[in-house]
């Protein structure tokens, strides 16, 4: 975003470099000076087609098959197998499923949600008051045991699981937008706006969502993450997705018995889920330098 | 200062009132009567009636919340629907462990991290600072657990230093107690390690460019001196926050580390109250948590006037 635009923003500065690069060779540009949103993205791009191809390129992950349980990883079971002989590989790529779609869904929605209230109460004072003090509130129940509660009184299902991560990840996208409108919201062309009889909701929509979006992106992959990470703890916990569907966090609490002489029922989800968080952390971390040079220097 | 002290103080009324509605709703907002679902799948109409008679559950909905604050504030958290028992007493009896390894994590993780964050901050640019931060970026995105399990595997498992599980309370002794809980503490704490070494390179690298780090330099301090008297002093606000904030990452690590490490805290407490639908259980160690950060936070702000007495308010 920061390389391709500012040819069209200033038209002639850059007339002597002749025609516009190709797309490859602005990629190359752009993944040598970010490079880490090209790895990040690519690594998280290969567990999506991974997991999104699963039924091609694993086993049925249900399938029980007693003679094998607690194989150790080889030939026929790459990862192992699990103590009712169901094929740890296959589970785990399936596994992606569950984390990925969590991830991104708890992500869409506490920002869509988080984007509305920050940008209201960023902008009216009264509602700022009210909606800042709930805020502060939910933010002093530590997201974990919010989320265990809720699920509790649910019911463990994807759809609640989904629920419980998103409510105690508000507040931070609640906070961030707020913050990033009480600064927009002093500068010249919105006062101009007002003066010329702008409507508000015109006002919040054309004038002011489009500078909380690039760190709206920013946060939005980092909620991501701690969502990948609140599921699979909650499913280890036995307060997450239902245990028949194969997450990692599942595949893990399933192999805590059995962790002494079968450790890769824990150590092959765990890495694939240590390898999909740190993916989207440094995602994160290249996308805010890239699209942020000035928060890049503070941090 | 006592204007900002009692203006803070007062602050904290809000939050907790939020804290104490969200807990108290918990309970009303999820679909259908909370007495049939704590009573559970096999529960007979009469043992839902007596929950509902003893969760109060017939009356109009501000007479509980107002019933339930008021017996909040006096101490009483209620009575465990498996156990009888009191939650408090509950409580009481599983926060030895929880308290002792959120102390240690946090000893531990300022101990690493802010010397960390220190040198990465005065070596930057360099291999040193790079290495750091790569340890930074990998202890954020590595999940407690596999931390945990890795450790337990390497340390306990194959090398035999440490017991494999379980907790050894203080008053068994100072070493059993240390080699029970040093696995946990440092399989917890690694987050909060890279998370405070983070915001201390950041905050110290700012300090670094300022005028009076050249003078002092100029002065002829060493680096000892001029790094911990005069950067990090004037760098400690931001950390000293973020340790605050961090808090409410430890509640819920701790929760996942008790598991893993079977240590009978308030973390396990809450599993098994969860497993049960102990639902008294569950309100009261969510709000004890939710006060202790609210307590923590209050003390880290009113800290900011010792620490940088240019915070006037």
Redo the contacts between chains.
Sequence with gaps: MADAPQAAAFPGEFEDEGPRPGAWTRFRAYSRRHPTVVVGGGILVLMAVAALAAPWIAPDPLRLNPINRLKPPGEAFWFGADFLGRDVYARTVYGGQISLMVGLAVAAISTVIGLSFGLVAGYVRWVDAIVM??M???????????A???????GASIVNVIIAITIPEIPRVVRLVRAVVLTVREQPYVEAAVSVGTRLPKILLKHILPNTLAPLIVQATYVC?SAV??E??LS????GTPPEIPSWGNI?AEGRTY??FA?WM??FP??F??VT??AV??LG?GLRDSLDPRIAR?? | MYAYIARRLLATL??????G???FM??HL??GD?AV?IAGDYARPEDIDKIRERLGLNEPLHVQFFSWVGAVLSGDLGTSIFSNLPVAKLIGQRLEPTLALAIATIIFAILVAVPMGVIAAWKAGTLTDRVIMVFA??G????V??IG??M??LFS?TLGWFP?QGYKPIGDGFWPFLRSITLPTVALGIIYVALIA?ITR?SML?VLTEDYMRTARAKGLDNNALLIRHALRNASVPIVTIIGIGI?LL??GV??TE?VFNIPGLGRL??DA??R?D?PI??G??LI??GA??IVNLAIDLSYTVLDPRIRY
Excluded at chain 1, 136 to 144: E, F, H, K, R, W
Excluded at chain 2, 14 to 19: E, K, R, T
Excluded at chain 2, 140 to 143: E, L, N, R, T, W
């Design positions: 003090r709930i502060d509130g939910l933010m002093a129940i530590p997201g974990v045991l919010l265990i509660a809720l699920i509790s009184l649910a993450a990470v609140i699979a703890i280890f916990l036995g307060a893990m962790f002494q450790p824990i150590f765990g890495i889920l240590a968080v740190l952390n440094i971390d503070r941090m | 809000p939050v907790m009132a939020v804290v509605i969200a807990v918990l309970l999820t679909p909370p679902v970026v990998l954020f995105s590595v999940p657990f596999v399990y890795a337990m595997w498992i494999v983070r950041a700012e409410a509640i819920g929760v996942v598991s809450t599993i969860v497993l639908r639902y569950i309100q160690v969510i948590f939710s950060y609210v």
